[in-house]
């Protein structure tokens, strides 16, 4: 079993729908990574958290909202998103200090825009 | 920003098989990741090993840092071995950039 929990694992939503993905470690990591991954492509970094504070942001659009409330809890805020946007999102974690030391990955969560 | 090429981009083998993929990069790194993804989008890390080498069951690495390449070797392949096997480097920027993966499938 995967120690990083993505939720849910299927999202369909609408252009103008507001949805969250919510993504859980308890390995005490404190680094903790968004990225996006197209069919057929590379994973791309979004966002990475490091003790719970945003350290990087890739450009990413406005429409993709970060949050990390606590060290082992990471969100994904969408709204007004395109059918572009439509993609494997997948939250990763490192162990403490370690921006981009050892990452672990969870399964995914795979969203569809109409 | 460093470059990271794969090779061989698709790779068909029969069950039992022996294979190696490789990873090169442009420039020098202080981190290398091996990961396999499998049919359903997760992404296993199966070595951290910015240099040296390591094994693990079936599966070993070796990163030569000074030529700037890594190897993952594969040996008695089995079929829940297919799927993509991704390198990613980070180096002096910090950013970790994924190779464009080796598509495995191993037939029965």
């Known amino acids: 079993d995967t120690e990083v929990t993505q939720t849910p694992k299927h999202l369909v939503m609408g252009m103008t729908n507001k949805k969250s993905l919510k993504c859980e470690q308890h390995m005490g990591h404190r680094a903790m990574y968004w990225y996006k991954q197209k069919a057929k492509k590379p994973p791309e970094l979004m966002f990475v958290?490091?003790?719970?504070?945003?350290?990087i942001n890739e450009s990413v659009p406005s429409r993709f909202s970060p949050e990390c409330p606590n060290s082992s809890l990471l969100n994904l805020h969408l709204h007004a998103l395109q059918p572009e946007d439509s993609a494997l999102y997948l939250c990763a974690s490192s162990r403490l200090g370690q921006v981009y030391g050892e990452l672990f990955f969870g399964e995914g969560s795979r969203l569809t825009v109409l | 920003g460093i470059q990271v090429e794969q090779s061989p981009p698709d790779l068909i083998l029969q069950e039992g098989a022996n294979s190696t993929l490789r990873c090169n990069f442009s420039d020098s790194v202080n981190n290398l990741q091996w990961f396999h993804q499998n049919p359903w989008g997760q992404l296993i890390n199966l070595f951290y090993?910015?240099?040296g080498t390591k094994q693990n069951g079936r599966l070993s690495a070796t990163t030569v840092a000074t030529e700037r390449y890594s190897l993952l070797y594969i040996s008695s392949s089995q079929t829940t071995d297919s799927g993509v096997y991704f390198c990613?480097?980070?180096?002096?920027?910090?950013?970790?950039?994924f190779g464009t993966g080796t598509l495995l499938a191993v037939q029965p």
């Open positions: 990613a480097v980070a180096g002096a920027t910090n950013k970790l950039i």
């Open positions: 090993i910015p240099s």
């Open positions: 958290y490091s003790y719970e504070k945003l350290s």
